[in-house]
């Protein structure tokens, strides 16, 4: 049977990117989205693994955004019930926060395609260890998970825009989260999430964001973060199933 995994949404249009979408559609794998800000979230116990996206919260803002508590909450139960876990961006900084890592303001803001690397412990991940030594990633946050890490996490990836570009979970490397997005890196949705985020863009200091340039670049790399992408997800899926 195919597996089935529960993804959590936070925004009405950053939902799952299209080399998620590709991803599990060419391996016969059902994502059952649940918009977490306008619908309760389902039991996770029912899924065979959770996604959790990015989106415009921050970990602490539950005043302003009160589904983060029972997101959290969920998050808990999945870790509790050892389930196979997900995370990008906001996904990868709730891990860290249920986790009890800290998740503060980065020191700078991380926007569009940068380079990242695999630390020694990224390269013998076996969900990390799909993607090359260096790869590139797209970028798009202003808040990070913070160093130093709880004994039990490890930093998986890091960047010169951010120190925890990845963390895993010791002993359990079916918990996993990346602050990249490349999973929405396809030349469509970079173009959708400037175009939707534009007013935070702006509000950022010291960015110079050419739209053009930045759509240019992903589809320079589509085929090559495409294929990375269909890596790392297999390898998450290997965890799934053993």
């Not at 175009?195 to 992903?218: E, F, N, Q, T, Y």
């Amino acid at each position: 049977m195919a597996a089935k995994l529960l993804v959590l949404q936070h925004s009405p249009w950053e939902g799952p990117g299209q080399y998620l979408l590709d991803a599990a559609e060419g391996r016969g794998i059902r994502l059952g989205v649940a918009r977490v800000w306008e619908e309760p979230i389902p039991d996770p116990t029912l899924f065979d693994g959770l996604i959790v996206l990015g989106g415009s919260p921050n970990v602490e803002q539950e005043q302003q955004f009160p589904f983060l508590r029972a997101e959290k909450e969920v998050i808990g139960r999945a870790l509790a019930a050892d389930m196979p876990y997900l995370g990008f961006c906001l996904g990868h900084q709730l891990l860290a926060h249920v986790l009890g890592a800290r998740v503060g303001t980065n020191f700078r803001p991380s926007i569009g395609f940068i380079q990242g690397h695999l630390t020694h412990a990224g390269r013998e991940h076996p969900v990390l260890r799909a993607l090359p030594r260096l790869f590139a990633m797209f970028k798009w946050h202003g808040q990070a998970v913070l160093e130093p890490l709880p004994g039990h996490l490890e930093v998986l990836a890091t960047s010169a825009d951010c120190q925890v570009e990845a963390i895993g979970v010791r002993e359990r490397p079916h918990i996993v989260g990346v602050q990249f997005d490349n999973h929405a890196a396809a030349p469509e949705n970079v173009a959708a999430w400037l175009s939707k985020d534009a007013k935070w863009l702006a509000s950022l200091p010291g960015l110079d964001i050419d739209p053009g340039l930045m759509v240019a670049r992903a589809r320079q790399q589509s085929d090559a973060l495409a294929l990375e992408f269909g890596k790392l997800f297999d390898a998450f899926l290997v965890l799934i199933r053993k």
